[in-house]
C-alpha cells in the first residue's frame, strides 16, 4: 500500500463531524498526519491565511505534499482511492455508487437533520429544533431498516460510507435525538467502534466551544 512521503497536514476542530470522519480514515489507513487546529470560536477560518486554502471558509482541509483538497467527502474519495487497495473505496460500477448514495445522504440529511440539531444544541441558538428533528427521524428510520439487513452501509464490510455516517449519528443525542429506537443502527455504530483506527470524537464536545 502507498504511503504518503510526508505526513499529510489535517486542517481540523475536534467539535466538527466532518473533520472526524477525515480523521477516522486517516487512522484506519494508518496514514501519518499532522493536526493543525483551526481555531472556530475565533474566526480562523475566515482569515485569509485559511481562506487561501478553502475560500469557503470550512474545516476539514487536508494538504498532501502541495496537493490541497476540501470537503470532507471528497477528502474520503481521494484518500481512499490515492492510499488504499479497494476496501474503503470499491472500484466496481455498483460498489461505487452504492457508496456514493451514502455519500450524497451524508451531504443532505445527515446535514439538515442529526447535524443540524446538534449544532443548534450545542450553540444555543434560538431555532425550532424541530425540521431538523424530522429530518432526522427519516433519515434514521431509512437506516434502521437498510441495517436490519447487512452489518455495514453497503454490506458486510465497512468502507468510507460508514465513516461518512459514523460521526453525526453517533453523536445525534448531543441534538436531542434519541437513538433508543433504533437498534440496528445502535449495533451498526458498535461495530464501526470495534474497527482497527477507530478514533473516537471528544465525549464534552460543549466544552470546545469555549477557548
Given at each position: 500500500m502507498v504511503k504518503p512521503?510526508?505526513?499529510i497536514k489535517f486542517y481540523q476542530h475536534p467539535i466538527s463531524g466532518h473533520?472526524?470522519?477525515v480523521e477516522l480514515l486517516l487512522s484506519m489507513l494508518d496514514l501519518p498526519y499532522e493536526p493543525i487546529l483551526v481555531n472556530l470560536p475565533?474566526?480562523?477560518?475566515?482569515q485569509p491565511e485559511f481562506l487561501a486554502l478553502n475560500p469557503y471558509g470550512q474545516v476539514p482541509v487536508i494538504d498532501d505534499a502541495g496537493f490541497v483538497q476540501v470537503d470532507s467527502n471528497a477528502i474520503l474519495v481521494y484518500l481512499a482511492s490515492r492510499y488504499d487497495d479497494g476496501t474503503w473505496l470499491p472500484r466496481d460500477p455498483k460498489g461505487a455508487a452504492q457508496v456514493q448514495h451514502w455519500l450524497s445522504l451524508a451531504a443532505g440529511p445527515l446535514a439538515y437533520g442529526p447535524s443540524m440539531a446538534r449544532k443548534m444544541v450545542l450553540f444555543n441558538e434560538d431555532v425550532d429544533l424541530t425540521p431538523?428533528?424530522?429530518e432526522a427521524e427519516r433519515l434514521l428510520t431509512f437506516m434502521e431498516a437498510e441495517l436490519h439487513s447487512r452489518a455495514f452501509l453497503t454490506g458486510e464490510t465497512a468502507n468510507i460510507a460508514?465513516?461518512?455516517?459514523y460521526s453525526y449519528v453517533a453523536q445525534a443525542p448531543e441534538g436531542n435525538i434519541s437513538?433508543?429506537?433504533y437498534e440496528a443502527?445502535?449495533?451498526?455504530l458498535q461495530r464501526v467502534e470495534q474497527l482497527p483506527g477507530f478514533v473516537a470524537m471528544p465525549i464534552n464536545a460543549v466544552g470546545l466551544r469555549a477557548d
Open positions: 512521503e510526508q505526513p473533520c472526524h470522519r475565533k474566526g480562523e477560518h475566515k431538523a428533528k424530522m460508514d465513516l461518512a455516517m437513538l433508543e429506537p443502527i445502535r449495533a451498526w
